[in-house]
C-alpha cells in the first residue's frame, strides 16, 4: 500500500536555521531515505519551497489565484515523501526513524488513494 508521509514545521523556522544547520539536517533524512530507497521502500521526496513563494487556486469556473497557502496555520507543509509499505504501522515507523533526524518536525501519514507515477522529471540544479 502506498502512503503519504507529510512533513510540517512552523512557518519561519526552517528559514531561520543556518546554511551548516540545514546541511546538516538534510545529509540526516538522506540517510533515513537511502536507507529504505535500498529496502524498495521509498519512491519520490520532495522538499518545498517557502510558503511565502506559493498561491493558491480555488473558486468556480477558471477559479481565482490568491497569494500563499490556503491553511493559515503556524505549520506550512515543508515536503513529501511516498512509501510503499504493507500496512500504516509500517509508515508510521519510517516517519518515525524521519523525525529522529528532524525531532522539531511534525509528520502525518497518509493513505495514497491514487497514485500514477508519470513522466521522469530532471531535478534541475540542487539547492
Known amino acids: 500500500m502506498y502512503y503519504a508521509i ?8 526552517v528559514e531561520s536555521w543556518t546554511e551548516e544547520e540545514d546541511e546538516a539536517l538534510m545529509t540526516d533524512l538522506l540517510q533515513v531515505h537511502d536507507r529504505f530507497v535500498q529496502q524498495k521502500a ?13 498561491v493558491t ?15 493559515e ?14 500496512a500504516i504501522d509500517a509508515a508510521v515507523d519510517a ?7 528532524n525531532p522539531s518536525a511534525i509528520y502525518e501519514i ?3 488513494a491514487l497514485y500514477i ?11
Open 73 to 86: 496555520t503556524k505549520e506550512q507543509l515543508l515536503g513529501l515523501y511516498v512509501v510503499d509499505f504493507p
Open 57 to 71: 487556486l480555488r473558486g468556480k469556473g477558471e477559479g481565482i489565484v490568491t497569494d500563499g497557502p490556503f491553511a
Open 6 to 13: 507529510l512533513a510540517y514545521h512552523t512557518a519561519g523556522v
Open 117 to 127: 507515477p508519470g513522466a521522469t522529471l530532471d531535478p534541475g540544479p540542487q539547492n
Open 42 to 54: 521509498f519512491g519520490p521526496a520532495a522538499r518545498l519551497g517557502p510558503a511565502e513563494g506559493a
Open 110 to 112: 497518509r493513505p495514497i
Open 95 to 101: 516517519a518515525r526513524e524521519l523525525r529522529r533526524s
